[in-house]
């Protein structure tokens, strides 16, 4: 009987052994798509799945891994402005986009004027400056350009809303050039200003 035990055992370490090289070896040629770090088949998982699939249809691509990070950063942003998955998921495509989303209806349109344009290129160049990327610098950073440009704080928050989420709704302006970043908000105020 122990010999039995102990040859069953061997057997199944080195099965175990086999199929580890195997995985081991195919390993690097298998594309691996991670949606979320929610365990597979719960309900977080799923509801990850449903809106990050909304979010690839409306871009008409995947979201690549900066999109991915600026979605898991914006979430808490956005959660409290979406009544559903599907709002949710609509409500986050701008995180997801590379670049200038696009501008989303005619109220949001009326924002980019030939003068808010001209304006937010000198923001873009004004933001050359901010050293910590977070949302109280910047807060400060747009006040100053205000300040600086003679013009209300409203006449630079609602274009460059505009130019970075495409919409006159968002979270807070502040918070979303921080979540969004330095490069990206340049690109994206550089394409709205030229």
Not at 39 to 62: C, F, H, M, N, Q
Request: glycine fraction near 8%; aromatic fraction near 6%.
């Amino acid at each position: 009987m122990k010999k039995y035990l102990a040859s069953a055992f061997l057997i199944i370490g080195l099965v175990a052994a086999a199929t580890s090289a195997s995985a081991q070896a195919t390993y690097p040629t298998r594309t691996i798509k991670v949606l979320c770090g929610f365990p597979p088949g719960s309900s977080l998982d799923a509801v990850t799945r449903i809106y990050a699939a909304r979010i690839e249809k409306a871009l008409g691509r995947a979201v690549d891994a900066a999109g991915l990070v600026r979605i898991e950063r914006g979430m808490n942003g956005v959660k409290p402005r979406s009544r559903t998955v599907i709002e949710l998921a609509d409500n986050l495509v701008f995180y997801a986009s590379d670049g200038a989303p696009p501008i989303a209806d005619d109220k949001a349109r009326a924002q980019i004027t030939t003068d808010s344009k001209a304006l937010l290129a000198r923001l873009a160049t004004a933001f050359e400056g901010v050293a910590d990327w977070s949302e109280k610098p910047l807060e400060d950073a747009v006040r100053r350009f205000a300040e600086t440009e003679n013009v209300k704080l409203g006449q630079v928050a609602q274009p460059l809303r505009v130019a970075l989420t495409g919409s006159t709704a968002s979270p807070g302006i502040f918070e979303v050039v921080a979540i969004l970043g330095s490069a990206e908000s340049k690109k994206r105020l550089l394409a709205a200003g030229g």
